[in-house]
């Protein structure tokens, strides 16, 4: 279903005509410089400076001001046009001279020619330099992009105990420096496009040549040339434009922060996709199993790693389950609670003018808006309202009879337990299905959460990430990758890649055990 | 396909919610009853018998938590109506209690005797615990002598809920070999369902506190009480078919008192001969035991003493269990000992032959012969030899 | 778009295995030891279950070889190659009848049986009908879907029926099996019979077999997974007999469900297991539920080309006032043995009928039918 939808987003986008500025260059040094300035409508931190070449010819450098590396401008490339004149005037034609220049004088590593105003205009604004000639058809661009930048630091949103402390940062190189700093191999593949009708960014596929499965790169290609949007800030726009189901709770593409997640994913077989000005890879295709996988996993040894994973389970199972099983059992199945537990919780009930249901809704809304409220403000006083919400609406709430104690501790139980589960954006669908269940339990009882259960499974069932299905490695089975599901296996007997990625080369390592 | 999904989902979520808590109760409407007390009325109409239930409702609030204090609020209520069927007399309940009883932590069911005593009364009583499903199959079941409603009454100084105290009470099995484990309603079925023979414990009033021990014996065809055993036939029997745990033996040798902790009891029944009117039963009883007590000087330690302790602990083994055979052999004619239930399970087509005049007719239960064997042994003796010094040791 | 090679809707007997078991568990287990304990003495039903197991193996295997020795063919054309169409079309009815009355029964069952065990006053209408919407949803779904649930709600059926059978190990008394070998010939043969009833709902292989990747070890998948049904039955009797004994088994209705309300979990946070191993038991009712619907699909579609959801919002109604019409336990019961009767009876002597003639005709023409 959502690849139909994803079909007609596509025939839409074929169907659009281009923008139609593209004026190729003529020869003329003022008029190319004026239709630039038109273009881009001449604004201040445009700066284009003039220059005398060899015997009196004219030429210009253009750049944006913030983009650019000045020094480099200054030092590599006007310094060495006005010191060598008589280089340059060993040139015949204008076109003649600009190879010179390319050739011999510019003294910056990325040098291109274009004859196009639209490529230039976009370079131009993605801080390269553009150096006119007057008399040629062509310009020079040369990379010297440099602007002010974030450095590398820990990432918040998934700090580890143990693990490597940099994070991705705004910038595309700087990101795909430090994913190549885990891979030097030659087979890692950086494909880059274009994202965006107005924002024009830069987009990296990056995977492994010979490991991932050309059908999911092909796939993930493919959707990706889908996109027709004006601009995307994050790559939060390209995972909602490219996931498979958007009716979905569940993400259908990781995101993370941290270059050693996307570098072991890739090994895997899987494909990362960097967003310019994103700090935040996506990570495709990924199965439910993901969401209780995190890097420290591997990093710790694999009793530890399986222990925490366990944990991770429980942690899902008690996020999803406690309040609705609450309110199941104390409004339906009261013989199910121990008799002494029973009486105790009847006896706190008491005075409660509310049935259990409507005391879980208040509770777990409360919490959720002490979650927001502390996401909101600034870190410092963000963790101080969690803290004093917390206790301080708990214990208020309890005196003044609104809930029951019991109910305080199995929404603080859940709140903690939504916290174990690494991956963020799952936690929150759980979260939320966590609501469907209480409505479901509030209604049928157990007989209801069984039945949501069942339908979240179906769902479960149907969706796909890139084609791969989102309940593998359960179902359908691939025993072999469960050693890396529930239970983290030793290290060295990890030396296969998951099956249920289908890699070009299964083998990690060829060490049998 | 898009939209009739959304249609589905539509559908679902709206009949969910018209459907809508049509059981709904909280809990703190609930009333929970942790015990029930059958006893007849005086009066009987027709051929029914008119039966007076009481319920124990346990009062939540009144139990108290670890930090707050009761505040002097009783933790039960006893509540009581009559009727010829039990579920429409439990449904009278509501007409009395603003909470509707519920049975799901029903814990003790307390009979009286003169229930008991009625033909076939409590194989019907015991049916609405068995069909309703609301009823655990693990509830406690005790004959109580006298009114059982009076025992839901009392008051003992450690336990706020009489119910849960006898439920505590029944938990101390293995002290003594006059106190068999508790009857569980599941059982109680089972033994209906193959009209066997069964005993059931007692428990009765003593002042402020409940005395639970001995047993009442319960003929299977009938499934009336046809009389009780006193202790140490109850202790007998609980030697020969395992209804008790442990317990303590007091033996007398040479005039020094020794009292045996039992720790373990297993017992083996076979069949010797397939003879109708002379049916040979062997019952051997193994026993093993602690010296918990021992009166005078004589050292524990030596083989020949203890030998001497084992053969007057078996010897009295052999006259308790001895005793309790000519009692329910004799006058109460009821085969508890599980004779026939031997008999069907390992010697189908005899008992198939003679089940009809077992208990009744030709009587081939009290005809049988039975032969006890017992054997004791003495595990340890304890962290001391002697209290005193002694000649003679 | 190309989706990948195991996402698609072909299965692989991996998976038929699984989708075996997991369709004929669900509610004849539930009351199975009672019928059998009826007619039997002591522990002696067990040879019964065997017995129907082994015969219902054999069907199951013949049913299998016989779509096996046409594979990528669906039941409508192979089955018209040997009995010609319209008797073919007569036998794939007769399937689909079966599916359908099988679905209706199901979740009138489960209504009943949540009416004992869950719920006092919720009617039965709701929680058949909500349990039915549920099955709409997923049949909805895509075909390998369903098997996908089949993969995950099994295990936990397992492991659910292992669990209980660990706990009850404290109330099992071997006595309780005694005296054995003491039912006479006629009776065995006739709790034989009653339990092959619930062997009903390997009708599905004649259709699903089509979409097995690897048809040539459908067969012998097929066997194993209905061995694991004739094991957790197997299983469940013994277990029940250990802990009731005949009499009380022979008693109770649910013998199943009466043995969770027995145990009690160890330190357990529940008390009345009975309530939860029923709602876990749930998922399994739901897999028969919603793998009778979309068999009943895909055999419909074989003769005439509708849609999926059309033919869905036609036959879900319809399943549910068939599975309303009964009144009363009596009827249900009645309703229910019906069923088994109609559903074994059918699906052997079609099976049988088939695989004969295939026999005879595949003797003549072998070079044309396997390729």
């Known amino acids: 279903m959502g690849r139909n939808i994803f079909r007609r987003r596509k025939m839409r986008q074929e169907s659009t005509e281009g923008e139609s500025f593209s004026a190729e260059l003529g020869t003329d040094l003022d008029k190319n410089l004026q239709d630039l300035q038109v273009m881009i409508g001449s604004p201040g931190d445009l700066v284009i400076r003039r220059v005398t070449l060899g015997v009196n010819v004219n030429a210009a450098v253009a750049f944006i001001s913030g983009l650019s590396n000045k020094e480099a401008i200054h030092n590599d490339l006007i310094k060495n046009m006005q010191r060598n004149r008589e280089k340059e005037a060993g040139s015949d034609t204008p076109d003649e001279l600009l190879k010179q220049m390319q050739l011999d004088l510019i003294s910056i590593g990325s040098v291109e020619n274009t004859n196009s105003l639209d490529k230039l205009t976009i370079d131009l604004l993605s801080g390269k330099s553009v150096v006119y000639v007057d008399g040629a058809a062509e310009v020079l661009l040369l990379g010297t992009e440099k602007w002010e930048t974030r450095s590398i630091d820990e990432p918040i949103s998934e700090s580890l105990i143990r693990g490597p402390r940099e994070g991705f940062v705004e910038n595309l190189q700087t990101n795909m420096m430090l994913i190549r700093r885990h891979i030097r191999d030659p087979n890692l593949r950086f494909d880059t496009n274009e994202v965006g009708r107005r924002s024009k960014k830069k987009l990296v596929v990056c995977y492994m040549e010979g490991i991932a499965n050309p059908d999911i790169i092909k796939e993930v290609n493919h959707r990706l040339s889908s996109i027709d949007m004006d601009g995307a800030m994050e790559s939060g726009y390209i995972e909602q434009w490219i996931e498979d189901s958007y009716l979905s709770p569940f993400p259908q593409m990781d995101n993370t922060e941290r270059p050693d997640k996307v570098a072991s994913s890739v090994l895997q077989g899987k494909v990362g996709i960097l967003l310019d000005g994103s700090p935040f890879a996506l990570i495709a295709p990924i199965t439910i199993a993901n969401a209780f996988k995190s890097p420290e996993d591997y990093y710790d040894r694999w009793l530890i790693g399986t222990f925490l994973r366990f944990i991770r389970y429980i942690g899902a199972f008690i996020t999803m389950f406690l ?39 208040i509770m777990g809304i409360t919490m959720e808006l002490l979650r927001e409220a502390g996401a909101r403000l600034p870190r410092t006083i963000g963790q101080t309202i969690g803290i004093v919400g917390g206790l301080v609406i708990g214990e208020a709430a309890v005196s003044a009879g609104i809930v029951s104690p019991i109910m305080v501790i199995v929404v603080a139980l859940t709140a903690v337990a939504s916290f174990t589960i690494p991956l963020y954006s799952v936690a929150i669908s759980f979260r939320l299905l966590r609501f469907g269940f209480m409505i479901a339990a509030a209604v049928l009882g157990l007989y209801g959460i069984v039945l949501v259960y069942i339908m979240i499974n179906i769902h479960i069932v149907n969706l796909k990430s890139m084609g791969v299905p989102y309940s593998t490695p359960f179902a359908p089975t691939f025993i072999k990758d469960w050693k890396d599901l529930v239970l983290r296996g030793p290290i060295p007997m990890m030396n296969e890649r998951p099956r249920n990625l289908q890699p070009k080369d299964k083998r990690s390592g060829n060490l049998r055990r | 396909m898009l939209l009739s999904k959304k249609l589905n989902l539509l559908l679902l979520t709206m009949s969910i919610f018209l459907a809508g808590c049509w059981d709904r109760i909280d809990i703190e409407e609930r009333g929970f009853v942790i015990g029930t007390a059958l006893d007849l009325a005086d009066q009987k109409s027709n051929e029914d018998y008119e039966v007076i239930m009481t319920n124990q409702f346990v009062i939540p609030a009144g139990l108290g938590s670890i930090t707050e204090g009761s505040g002097g609020q009783e933790a039960f209520m006893n509540i009581s109506e009559t009727g010829t069927s039990l579920f429409r007399t439990n449904r009278k309940f509501s007409q009395l209690n603003s909470q509707v009883p519920f049975y799901q932590h029903l814990k003790v069911l307390l009979i009286s005797d003169e229930v008991m005593k009625q033909p076939n009364l409590f194989s019907d009583m015991m049916d609405f615990y068995i069909r309703d ?16 409603r009076d025992i839901l009454n009392l008051k003992p100084k450690n336990v706020n809920v009489p119910s849960m105290y006898l439920d505590d009470l029944m938990e101390n099995v293995d002290r003594n070999t006059s106190t068999i484990k508790p009857v569980h309603v599941g059982e109680v079925q089972e033994l209906i369902l193959n009209e066997q023979s069964y005993v059931l414990p007692i428990v009765k009033k003593a002042g402020d506190q409940a005395e639970y021990g001995n047993v009442v014996v319960i003929n299977g065809e009938s499934n009336q009480m046809v009389g009780s055993l006193d202790e140490e036939e109850t202790a007998g029997l609980g030697f020969v078919n395992g209804h008790t745990e442990g317990g303590v033996l007091e033996i007398q040798v040479d005039d020094d008192l020794i009292a045996i902790e039992i720790t373990e009891i297993k017992q083996n029944m076979n069949i010797k001969n397939r003879q109708k009117d002379q049916l040979r039963v062997g019952i051997s009883i193994d026993i093993k035991g602690n010296i918990a007590e021992h009166f005078g000087g004589r050292s524990v330690l030596k083989e020949q003493y203890v030998n001497k302790i084992e053969k007057s602990a078996e010897k009295k083994v052999k006259e308790l269990v001895g005793n309790t055979i000519e009692e329910v052999q004799g006058e109460l004619n009821t085969d508890v000992l599980g004779i026939g239930k031997t008999l069907y399970k390992f010697h189908y087509d005899f008992w198939q032959k003679i089940k009809n005049d077992w208990e009744k007719g030709e009587n081939y239960f009290s005809s049988a012969v039975i032969d006890v064997n017992a054997n004791v042994e003495i595990d340890r003796v304890g962290s001391n030899d002697r209290i005193k010094m002694s000649e003679g040791g | 778009m190309k989706d990948f090679k195991y996402a698609d809707e072909k299965i692989s007997s991996r998976e038929i295995m699984i989708a075996l078991p997991a369709i004929t568990v669900g509610v004849g287990i539930l009351s199975l030891p009672r019928e059998i304990a009826l007619l039997t003495i002591g522990v002696d039903g067990w040879i019964a279950i065997l017995i129907a197991g082994a015969v219902i193996t054999i069907i199951t295997w013949i049913t299998a070889k016989l779509a096996a020795s046409y594979p990528g063919e669906s039941f409508l054309s192979y089955a018209s190659k040997l009995v010609t169409k319209p008797v073919a079309i007569l036998f794939t009815i007769t399937l689909i009848l079966q599916s359908l009355l099988l679905s209706a029964y199901v979740i009138r069952v489960i209504a009943d049986i949540a009416k004992t065990y869950l719920f006092d006053r919720t009617p039965v209408e709701v929680v058949s009908l909500t349990f039915l919407l549920v099955v709409v949803y997923a049949v909805s779904g895509t075909r390998a879907g369903l098997f996908r649930l089949n993969m995950l709600f099994f295990p936990i059926i397992v492991l659910i029926t292992f669990a209980l059978a660990m706990f009850s190990l404290g109330w099992f008394e071997i006595e309780n099996y005694f005296p054995i070998f003491k039912t006479g010939l006629m009776d065995h043969l006739k709790a034989a019979e009653l339990s092959s009833l619930s062997f009903v709902g390997f009708n599905v292989l004649f259709f699903y077999i089509a979409i097995v990747k690897d048809t040539e070890k459908a067969p012998k998948a097929s066997i194993y997974g209905m061995l694991i049904v004739v094991s957790l039955y197997f299983l469940i009797f013994l277990v029940n007999l250990g802990v009731f004994g005949n009499a009380v088994t022979g008693n109770l209705v649910y013998p199943l469900i009466e043995l969770a309300k027995e145990i009690e979990i160890p330190g357990g946070f529940f008390e009345r297991f009975d309530s939860f191993f029923f709602v876990i038991w749930i998922m399994s009712i739901f897999n028969t539920v919603a793998m009778s619907v979309d068999v009943s699909i895909y055999a419909f579609q074989s003769i005439l080309n509708l849609k999926k959801i059309t033919y869905l919002f036609c036959v879900a ?20 043995t019906f069923i088994g009767y109609f559903g074994i009876i059918s699906s052997s002597s079609i099976a049988i009928i088939l695989f004969t003639i295939s026999k005879i005709k595949g003797g003549r023409n072998q070079p044309n039918a396997t390729k």
Do not use: C, D, N
């Open chain 3, 317 to 336: 109604p319809i399943i549910y006032i068939i599975g309303m019409v009964p009144e009363g336990a009596l009827e249900v019961g009645k309703f229910g």
């Open chain 2, 133 to 148: 499903h609301a009823m655990r199959r693990s509830i406690r079941l005790v004959v109580a002598e006298g009114e059982a």
């Open chain 1, 323 to 361: 309040p609705a099983l609450y309110i199941a059992l104390v409004s339906y199945h009261q013989g199910m609670i121990p008799s002494q537990l029973a009486f105790s919780i009847a006896a706190t009930r008491e005075g409660v003018p509310f049935p259990a249901f409507v005391e879980a809704i």
